[in-house]
């Protein structure tokens, strides 16, 4: 079946940066559009970024926009999150999905001095 699992979350301090990963299985992942979307503490789901079946186009909530890059390696099934210049609202629960309308277990990621 469907597996996506995040990881590489943890605690940054403002500034600071992350790469998170998505490892894929269970699906043709190189056929799809990847999302990242997040959902901070008391709220609701915020869509990041998503990028194409090839990786050659993404896109960018302006929230995150100059400072997050989404890529992947469809040889390797995996989605990526660079996240640079972090600040405390990025504190958040990460999630990867996927166009077959599965998500993984999210990876935490708390931006706090």
């Known amino acids: 079946q469907v597996q996506l699992v995040e990881s590489g979350g943890g605690l940054v301090q403002p500034g600071g940066s992350l790469k998170l990963s998505c490892a894929a299985s269970?699906?043709?992942?190189?056929?799809?559009?990847m999302h990242w979307v997040r959902q901070a503490p008391g709220k609701g789901l915020e869509w990041v970024s998503v990028?194409?079946?090839?990786?050659?186009?993404?896109y960018y909530a302006d929230s995150v926009k100059g400072r997050f890059t989404i890529s992947r390696d469809n040889a390797a099934n995996t989605l990526y999150l660079q996240m640079n210049s972090l600040k405390p609202d990025d504190t958040a629960v990460y999630y990867c999905?996927?166009?077959?309308?599965?998500w993984g277990q999210g990876t935490r990621v708390t931006v706090s001095s």
């Open positions: 990028i194409n079946a090839g990786g050659g186009t993404s």
């Open positions: 269970g699906f043709t992942f190189n056929i799809y559009w």
């Open positions: 999905t996927s166009e077959t309308g599965d």
